[in-house]
């Protein structure tokens, strides 16, 4: 019998799922870690944490097994953090959250100075605050020491297929939240990179999510606790992977998500953008693509309330 594990990095904490190859789920772990607000309106996260974690996590979920019997890794996980790793491959600075609120001024920039019909024309969407591209430019006008550090530039999942794999990848899901990508064509836009001040040898190689983007490297199965043969697919972002779980593909799906934040996704065969921009226009796990609408803050509110 074979094993996978799927990795759900989330933004309390990491769940880690084992499968075997009937498609029984085997064991469920997870390990929490710190989110940290060290101003009114900022989240952070410490990509160190995540990595701990789910180190931990699966050498839990696979005690009791052969963990030359996992064949493969995958991930789904929040979007739109921004992690930036210098020329040495260590972390500049805390990861920029998706409900972090520090970018409005970076935001209208790109909204009323570059133009949300330019912006739509090369991303099929407009700037929201969480976005990626409005981080960089924070990070350009706020930290511009550590802006002209960074060697890669990469969201939060696929910083733990770098660990594992050493591959500088991402899947074009969660790359559609960073606002730097053409979603039509599947491509990052120049146009962007260059308005964001980045070059495209930072940014990463982009993959379909359930294509492999490697193995795991020799230290990190030894780490683990699994064969250096297992592999690595790229996974996708938070959304699209419930989606896929949820049977929510092909033309004109919809399913409705409450979480921390609230989501109602729609999904379709053929590339479609929302000419109001109230939709995230996206490319979805599956290879085609799909219309998101998104909240903030859902289900969490019934945590204060209680």
Known sequence: MKYYIGVDLGTSAVKLLLMNDKGAIEKIVSREYLLYFPRPGWSQQNPEDWWNG?????????SGIDGNLVAGISFGGQMHGLVILDEADQVIRPAILWNDGRTAAQTDYLNQVVGKEALARNTANIAFAGFTAPKLLWVREQEPENFARIAKIML??????????????????????????????????????????????????LYESYEKVGTLKPEVAGQLGLSRDCLVAAGAGDNAAAAVGTGTVGEGKCNLSLGTSGTIFISSDDFRMDSHNALHAFAHADGHYHLMGCMLSAASCNKWWM
């Open 156 to 205: 939060p999942k696929d910083y733990l297929a770098y660990r594992m794999t050493g591959v500088f990848c991402t899947d074009y899901s969660d790359a559609s939240g960073m606002l730097l990508l053409d979603v039509k064509n599947r491509c990052w836009s120049e146009e962007m990179l260059k308005i964001c001040g980045v070059r495209k040898e930072q940014m990463p190689r």
């Open 54 to 62: 789910t180190v931990e996590g699966i050498r839990e979920l696979i």
